[in-house]
C-alpha cells in the first residue's frame, strides 16, 4: 500500500470539504484577560478570546497559581507514575475526598482527563455487566461514545433529549439483562439542559444505572456550584457523575464520583486508570484550591448568568440567529464550514475577535458554527465590542440574519 499517499489524499479530500483545522497558537495573558497574545506569521498581535472554556477564568486566579508554584518547588513537576507506583500523594488523595463531597458521593476517582474518564469508566462498565444494554443520547460527548462503541454492546441511541423515544427503546430490552442510560446534564455544543428529573423516573422504572457527564456544568450551576444535579436535588438518584478540572476549575484532568464499591470497581478494573501516570501533584493541589474558591464565588456565577443574557439580548437587536437556551454556552449556527471560517478569519483580522470556528468531528457537517462563551474578565465594553464586530462581519459577509427555517434546520444530518 501506498500509505503516504492514502494520507495525503484523505487531507486533501479533508481540505477540499472545508473541514480542515488550523490551530491559532494563543497566549492568554494572566493580567490582562481576555486580551490573549497571537504569534501569527512571524509576528505577534492582540486578540480578545471569546471562545474559553476557563469559565471562571481560574486558571489565572492568584491563589490557584500560587499553590500550583508552591507545591512544584516543594514536591517538582512529574508525580512519578501511576496510581499504584508512586503516584499517589497526599493531593490526589484530598481532591478526590473534596470531589466526592462536592458531589455528594461517597468516594470519587481521578483520570488524566474527562475524556478518559468516560472512556475507561463506561468501557469497564460495558465489558463487566454481561448482557448490557446501553441507551445513549444521540449528542453524548464523543469520549461516552467511544467508551461504548469500543466495548462493542448493544447500544440504542435515542433523539436528542426525547424521553418517550428512550422510553419506547427501553420496553425493547431484555427485562433481565443490566442496563446503563448515558447523557450529559448540559449539552457542551447546544448549551441544552436534559430532562433530569424525567430520565431518573425511567432509569427506576426499568432497573438502569444512570452514568451523567457533568462536564460543562460542575463550577457554574447549582449550590457553590455543585452541578445541575445539585441544582435539582437529585444527587442521590444519579448513579455515575463525571467531571473535568479543565473548564470551570481552570485545570487539567477529570474524574467519576459515585459510590464507594462502583469507585472501587472502576479503581481495580479500569485499564484507563491503571495503566496511566497520574497528574502532577501541583495539578491536583491547584484543583483543590481552585473547586474550593469556585464553591465560594456565587457572584462569578452570577456575572456569567447576567453577561450571557447580555449577549443574547444584543444578538436579538441584531438579528443575528442564534440557539436560545438559559446557559452560559451561546451556539450561533453558520451551518457551512466555509462561511464558518471566513466570518472567524474576518472577526480576528479585522476586529482582533478570536473566535474559533467548530466543525465536523465535533458538531456534525452543515452544522457548522460559533460557540460563544464568557468569563466574569470580560467586561461591559468587551461585549460591545464583540456584537458591534459580529454585527460587521454578517454585514460584510451578508449572513443571514433570521432564524434559519425548521427546513433547514432538518437538513442538518446529525451523525451521532
Ligand atoms: C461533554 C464533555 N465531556 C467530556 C469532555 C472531556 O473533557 P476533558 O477536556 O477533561 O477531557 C468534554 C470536553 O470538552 C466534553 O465537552
Not at 208 to 233: F, M, N, Q
Not at 302 to 324: A, C, M, Q, V, W
Request: hydrophobic residues 35%; aromatic residues 8%; contains cysteine.
Amino acid at each position: 500500500m501506498n500509505y503516504k499517499k492514502f494520507f495525503s489524499d484523505e487531507l486533501i479530500s479533508l481540505k477540499s470539504q472545508g473541514l480542515y483545522r488550523k490551530f491559532r497558537a494563543i497566549n492568554r495573558n494572566k493580567t490582562s484577560f481576555p486580551k490573549a497574545t497571537e504569534r501569527f506569521e512571524g509576528n505577534e498581535r492582540e486578540v480578545e478570546v471569546w471562545c474559553s472554556n476557563d469559565y471562571l477564568n481560574l486558571s489565572q486566579h492568584p491563589e490557584v497559581t500560587k499553590t500550583s508554584v508552591q507545591v512544584i518547588n516543594e514536591l517538582g513537576t512529574g508525580s512519578g507514575g501511576t496510581r499504584n507506583i508512586s503516584g499517589t500523594s497526599t493531593y490526589h488523595v484530598d481532591l478526590e475526598q473534596l470531589l466526592a463531597d462536592l458531589h455528594r458521593k461517597e468516594a470519587a476517582l481521578l483520570f488524566p482527563s474527562a475524556y478518559t474518564a468516560n472512556q475507561s469508566t463506561l468501557w469497564t462498565l460495558c465489558k463487566n455487566l454481561e448482557g448490557v444494554e446501553v441507551f445513549s443520547d444521540e449528542l453524548n460527548h464523543a469520549s461516552l461514545i467511544q467508551g461504548i462503541k469500543n466495548a462493542n454492546v448493544e447500544c440504542h441511541v435515542f433523539r436528542h433529549n426525547d424521553t418517550e423515544h428512550l422510553e419506547e427503546l427501553l420496553k425493547t430490552a431484555n427485562a433481565n439483562t443490566p442496563k446503563i442510560i448515558v447523557f450529559e446534564s448540559l449539552y457542551s455544543m447546544e448549551g441544552l439542559r436534559s430532562p433530569l428529573q424525567k430520565i431518573i423516573e425511567l432509569a427506576k422504572r426499568y432497573d438502569a444505572l444512570t452514568y451523567l457527564d457533568e462536564v460543562h456544568s460542575v463550577g457554574l450551576y447549582g449550590p457553590e456550584g455543585r452541578g445541575i444535579t445539585a441544582e435539582k436535588g437529585l444527587e442521590e438518584d444519579i448513579d455515575i457523575i463525571n467531571g473535568t478540572l479543565s473548564k470551570s476549575f481552570g485545570q487539567m484532568g477529570g474524574y467519576v464520583a459515585a459510590n464507594s464499591d462502583i469507585i472501587d470497581y472502576i479503581r481495580s478494573f479500569a485499564p484507563g486508570f491503571i495503566f496511566t501516570s497520574s497528574m502532577n501533584p501541583s495539578i491536583a493541589a491547584a484543583s483543590i484550591t481552585s473547586i474550593k474558591i469556585a464553591m465560594q464565588s456565587e457572584h462569578l456565577r452570577d456575572n456569567i448568568r447576567h453577561n450571557s443574557d447580555r449577549i443574547r439580548s444584543g444578538l436579538r437587536d441584531l438579528e443575528i440567529p442564534f440557539l436560545e437556551n438559559d446557559s452560559h454556552i451561546i451556539p450561533i449556527h453558520l451551518y457551512d464550514p466555509r462561511l464558518c471560517k471566513g466570518a472567524a478569519n474576518l472577526l480576528i483580522e479585522k476586529h482582533g475577535i478570536y473566535i474559533q470556528p467548530v466543525f465536523h468531528p465535533t458538531v456534525p457537517k452543515g452544522d457548522e458554527r460559533f460557540r460563544v462563551t464568557i468569563t466574569p474578565r470580560h467586561e461591559a465594553s468587551d461585549i460591545d465590542h464583540f456584537l458591534n464586530a459580529l454585527d460587521d462581519v454578517w454585514k460584510s459577509m451578508d449572513l443571514k440574519r433570521a432564524e434559519p427555517t425548521q427546513a433547514e434546520k432538518k437538513a442538518v444530518s446529525r451523525i451521532y
